[in-house]
């Protein structure tokens, strides 16, 4: 089964930026849909970005739209989140996962890291 693990969470300024990466394990690896999703003390997880296997279309959150780009690099079994100009209510557990669905409907599935912690200071 797919393991996946996140890195690059840390603690930034507001208005920097941050790159996450997740690595997942098996070759197969690029025929899962997949996404970012985040969770913030005392909040429920909520769905951050998502991008497909079959032409890497993407799709994200509106809280985000304009300033985290998703991308993958099947070749390294990799899925990455750029984030720019961050702000303090990004500060969360963001982890990446499979995903089903897509838009409004997208939802996490099968598989899903434990996370890393990004913090935006003020």
């Known amino acids: 089964q797919v393991q996946l693990v996140e890195s690059g969470g840390g603690l930034v300024q507001a208005g920097g930026s941050l790159r996450l990466s997740c690595a997942a394990s098996?070759?197969?690896?690029?025929?899962?849909?997949m996404g970012w999703f985040r969770q913030a003390p005392g909040k429920e997880r909520e769905f951050v970005a998502a991008?497909?296997?079959?032409?890497?279309?993407?799709y994200y959150a509106d809280s985000v739209k304009g300033r985290f780009t998703i991308s993958r690099d099947n070749a390294k079994n990799t899925v990455y989140l750029q984030m720019d100009s961050l702000k303090p209510e990004d500060t969360a557990v963001y982890s990446c996962?499979?995903?089903?669905?897509?838009?409004?409907?997208?939802?996490?599935?099968?598989?899903w890291g434990q996370g890393t912690q990004v913090t935006v200071s003020s």
């Open positions: 098996g070759r197969t690896f690029s025929t899962y849909n």
């Open positions: 991008i497909g296997y079959v032409t890497s279309s993407t």
């Open positions: 996962a499979t995903t089903t669905g897509w838009g409004i409907r997208i939802a996490r599935g099968n598989y």
